[in-house]
């Protein structure tokens, strides 16, 4: 690759050697002139998912009926072996696909404190997402335990000295996020692993951020538990299962707090109390969401398809040529990189901060360039490796530009309403 100009026929040049463009036509596009950099909030949609949904609706559901289910029992586990072999690093029989993210934390940080007698405290991190803390508040209340929040910048994640500092032999779990939903900064698993171990912790990671977009290696990192969604970077849709992981030594000793039918040893005996089946089974609670399901089968298929190395080189080219862009053209502007500039230590999204950040955000919106807005005075833009050309983030950092030099931006009200 020749030497970074902010030219346009530099983007150009580096999207005609791109190995994974022909990727792009594997997504339904209705409107080819907006630039979508959204994917770390809602994936776009996968054109063979949208025809694997139609068949099951119409054939599996329609036609075949309650007959069906001899079939769709088995998917929660089946994708999470797929999610398992494709993107999370994790041998089969570990990953189960159910439940909402916030579900799945509530099970697994309830089983793992259960699981660890004599400890009492829960560490996380002040800047870790709100259903995280929230969740973690709830449970350690719950159990008549202590959450302690770790001080994160929020800019550059979480602090492995402060991490270390909170550990003590009272500790009973670790819950990080993988990669920061604000500024995407990326922690290093097994270090952190690691840490938390050695003073007897168990380690649960959260994956929305990294699950699909930077390689992850659960099994390697020797990580206990994991969660995560799939409606980001698997593209399985809005409101689709999360994940659960449960590494094969821990699953017989963890006992989940939701004591559903599915999880139950003989289901369909309808027995009169509850006796949970041996193993992953039993983290999985009522009846699973099937059309969601095969779309996450569908979304692990298609990176398994590119590769998950192949989509984490393009996504640092793109991330990085996206900063390179912001310190010519934006930094000018009163835009600062909110976001670590080691490529290694981010995940697949680039935060800009700016104080006019939410109207420049919804200006960006009106301009057909998608990104979204975090408080307090944030944009995030997450280039896609499968769907986003260099070409794009080149024409998006130029509408950025364009919208904050003029300020065109200053007759917008604006309300938030994004997720994610
Ligand atoms: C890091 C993180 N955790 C959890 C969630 C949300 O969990 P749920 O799918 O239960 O709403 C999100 C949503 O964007 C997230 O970014």
Known sequence: MTAFSADRSYAEAIDATDQ???????????????????????GPLPV????????????????GLVRSWDKWIQLPRQ????????VLGAGDGQVLVCDSVTVNLYKLAHAALGAQPGRDVIITDDDNFPTDRYVLEGVAAERNCELRL??????????????????????ALVSLSHVAYRSGALSDMPKLTQAAHSRGALMLWDLCHSAGSVPVELDDAGADLAIGCTYKYVCAGPGSPAFLYVRNELQHRLRQPIWGWFGQRDQFAMGPHYDPAPGLDSFMTGTPNIIGTVAVEEGARLIGEAGIEQLRAKSMALTSFLIALCNEWLAPLGFAVATPRDPARRGGHVTLRHDDAEQICAALTRAS???????????????????TSFTEVWEAIGQLRDITADKSYADIQTEESDVG
């Open 150 to 171: 770790l001080h994160t910048d929020m800019d550059a994640g979480v602090d492995e000295k402060a991490l270390l500092d909170a550990l003590d032999e009272r500790t």
């Open 20 to 42: 994974l463009a022909p990727f792009r036509d594997r997504f339904v596009r209705h409107d080819f002139d907006l630039i979508y950099l959204n994917g770390n909030s809602l």
């Open 79 to 86: 994708a999470g072996d797929m999610l398992g072999e494709h």
């Open 369 to 387: 360039v998608i990104a979204d807005y975090r408080a307090p005075d944030r944009i995030r833009l997450s280039p896609a490796p499968l769907t």
């Open 48 to 63: 063979r998912t949208q025809a694997r949904i139609a068949e099951v609706v119409d054939q599996e559901w329609g036609v």
